[in-house]
């Protein structure tokens, strides 16, 4: 495998993990997940956005610029020849003696790799159980930061549960879930989360709100209880992985009859054909 490290393409053996990088010892960097449809980086321009406002919030340079980047990502997504799969791509603070604030000069390292990834065609046809959890993360979760642990520590309690997602709350209210954003619908409202401090603002998440306007449905982007959402008629989340995926149950609760809503059903199928129309044929 061939990965990307800063402006070169290289094979993944010349890549050494420096002891000192911040990124290891303090979790001092950035991410981003890009979803490749038929060798097409899909919704590069929202990413690489994302991306660009998360550096500039934790104060890291990036190491090229951003037109640079992409191209390098199409170079890095051709070399991959994998056609349907996804791009990790990291940044972080880079390498220098042990101290909590900011190293006076440092080089930012930059790493991407390509791996194969598959639509998750049942789930998203049968719908998910979920469990909810305690949402312990930091209060800047809208920075796509390497700080993993409350989203990891509610992910491996939905596991073991042999739940598909976490459902988090913080005080009493649902924020998102460990890797996901979540959206729920009574009648015809659409409710989710504000896209603030609490919550990452998925891209999946952005997509589904263009979707959104050719329903019937009314968005309501206004935090909701546990209480409600149990009450709700459909419950979906979304992310770059599984798209728009339902719940059909929250903790032992089913959501609506325990199927995938009609709703989920439209927004799932106006995805697709997102998918496709960005597929050249
Ligand atoms: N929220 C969290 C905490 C996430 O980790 C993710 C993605 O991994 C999302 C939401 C969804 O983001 P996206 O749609 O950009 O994949």
Redesign the pocket.
């Given at each position: 495998m061939n990965i990307l490290l800063n402006n070169r393409i290289v094979p993944r053996e010349s890549f050494s993990l420096d002891l000192e990088d911040r990124g290891f010892q303090f979790g001092d960097g950035i991410y981003e997940?890009i979803r490749i449809y038929d060798g097409i980086l899909f919704e590069w321009e929202a990413?690489l956005e994302?991306l660009v406002r998360s550096a500039k919030e934790l104060m890291i340079p990036l190491p090229i610029p951003v037109n640079t980047l992409y191209q390098n990502l199409q170079l890095l997504v051709r070399d991959s020849e994998i056609t349907d799969g996804s791009v990790y791509l990291q940044i972080t603070r880079g390498s220098a003696p042990r101290f909590h604030a900011f190293p006076e000069k440092t080089d930012p390292t930059l790493v991407a790799y390509v791996r194969e990834m598959q639509r998750p065609l049942e789930k998203m046809k049968k719908g998910i159980k979920v469990i909810t959890a305690e949402d312990i993360r930091w209060l800047r979760?809208d920075i796509?930061s390497l700080n993993?642990l409350g989203?990891v520590l509610a992910r491996q309690k939905a596991v073991e549960k042999g739940a598909g997602e976490a459902i988090l709350i913080r005080d009493g209210m649902v924020t998102?879930?460990?890797?996901?954003?979540v959206f729920a619908i009574k009648g015809n409202h659409c409710f989710t989360h504000p896209a603030n401090h609490l919550?990452?603002n998925?891209?999946?998440?952005q997509v589904v709100l263009r979707l959104l306007k050719d329903t019937d449905l009314t968005l309501k982007e206004t935090p909701i209880t546990l209480g409600e959402l149990l009450e709700m008629d459909e419950v979906f989340i979304?992310?770059?992985?599984q798209e728009v995926c339902p719940v059909i149950q929250i903790d032992e609760f089913k959501i609506g009859k325990g199927t995938p809503g009609i709703y989920t059903r439209q927004l799932q199928f106006a995805f697709e054909l997102l998918i496709g129309s960005v597929i050249p044929s």
């Open positions: 997940v990413h994302r979760v796509k993993l989203n998102e879930g460990s890797s996901s954003n919550i990452l998925g891209i999946t998440r979304t992310n770059t992985g």
